[in-house]
């Protein structure tokens, strides 16, 4: 504020010696209405990403997360798009305690904010949901005030997972493990060599590697298949 102005503000503590402050003069422009006190920029309730039971909603401000505290999730705000590497660094240390749904703001700050987020996300193999539509709005807090709790928890209640690539559940494969349970693991392909083809069998197209002592004919039986 300037000297000896005056304004209503709300504080929101980010640790024991951070805060940030909201201006609620109607006259404020957006620019000048968040401020966080000097020194690092803190996570509003950090401490949510060990402590949570339920999914993590990770927003952009604190006011966002407040709102989605409001309809009783758990959340937690970077109070900074600069601030994303910083909670990779972290989850990087210590994997959250519930899975996590990326809520971040609808403009370009925020998307650029939501897309890093993501890639990281993948990159540490941390499975991750992400909220993309604010029904028109730019994000939670915003939502909440225009139309409501109850659109704000439809509006989480419809984050999408992100699958990751290269992790498969037992859903993604379900048709094949119901036909192993059916049928059992089929015989592979066979080299016409009587014994043999009653002990072994080989899937196609994989890498098969045969070990054994000096000396225990695995290059005359590996001659053998060739032919």
């Known amino acids: 504020l300037s000297a000896g102005g005056a ?7 980010t640790s024991n010696n951070s805060f940030i402050y909201r201006r609620l003069d109607d006259d404020c422009d957006n620019a000048s209405r968040y401020h966080n006190s000097p020194g690092q920029t803190h ?9 949570a039971t339920t999914p993590i909603f990770i927003t952009e401000g604190a006011m966002d ?14 109070n900074s798009t600069a601030n994303v590497n910083r909670l990779l660094r972290m989850l990087e240390q210590q994997k959250p305690s519930q899975k996590l749904i990326i809520a971040m703001d609808t403009d370009d700050a925020g998307k650029r904010a ?3 987020l993501a890639e990281g996300l993948s990159k540490l193999s941390i ?6 539509d604010w029904n028109g709005c730019k994000d939670a ?9 109850e659109a704000l928890r439809q509006a989480l209640a419809e984050a999408q997972e992100v ?22 693991l089929q015989k592979g392909a066979t080299f016409g060599m009587g014994g043999l083809d009653d002990l072994l069998s080989v899937e196609t197209g994989r890498l098969m590697i ?14 053998e298949m060739a032919v």
Not at 7 to 13: E, G, N, Q, R, S
Not at 141 to 149: F, I, R
Request: hydrophobic content about 45%.
């Open 141 to 149: 807090n915003e939502l909440l005030q225009q139309s409501g709790v």
């Open 210 to 223: 045969v070990t054994g002592i000096p000396g225990d004919g695995k290059s005359e039986i590996l001659d």
């Open 65 to 78: 997360a407040l709102s989605i505290i409001e309809c009783r999730g758990e959340a937690v705000a970077l």
């Open 7 to 13: 304004a209503d503000l709300l504080v929101i503590p």
């Open 43 to 51: 996570f509003f309730n950090e401490a949510a990403l060990t402590n």
């Open 163 to 184: 699958p990751l690539e290269g992790v498969f559940t037992a859903g993604d494969v379900r048709e094949e493990l119901e036909l192993l349970l059916e049928k059992g």
């Open 127 to 132: 499975p991750y949901y992400i909220v993309s």
């Open 114 to 116: 939501q897309k890093e």
